[in-house]
């Protein structure tokens, strides 16, 4: 059985390439992907601590449905601005979008 200390370290590194790629990246396409990674690496934190601490409850798994949910439908609502952006100003740098300001 493998200890739970390698699904935590897995999961923190998977939060760091996905925190890396949202501060450090330009373009809005990597910012979403680095988005899903960290909702992936919760993903992990949350299956592992229901499999360690809780497996006869479901209440882990319903937390891991209830993030993909959001996942897929923060993928689909990004990518149709970025989109819908790319379309108005033909760029999708996020520094180029200051769509919110006078």
């Known amino acids: ?3 739970l200390s390698w699904y935590l370290i897995l999961s923190a590194a998977i939060f760091c390439v996905g925190l890396f790629g949202v501060l450090a990246r330009r ?3 990597a910012i979403l992907m680095g988005i899903e990674l960290m909702l992936n690496a919760v993903n992990i934190n949350l299956v592992a601590f229901w499999r360690y601490f809780s497996p006869e409850f479901i209440a882990g798994q319903v937390f891991v449905i209830i993030v993909f949910a959001v996942a897929a439908s923060e993928a689909a ?9 790319y379309r108005r100003k033909t760029s999708i740098v996020a520094d180029d979008i200051n769509l919110m300001k006078w």
């Open 1 to 3: 059985m493998i200890p």
């Open 27 to 29: 373009n809005a396409i």
């Open 77 to 85: 609502v990004g990518l149709a601005l970025i989109i819908s952006i």
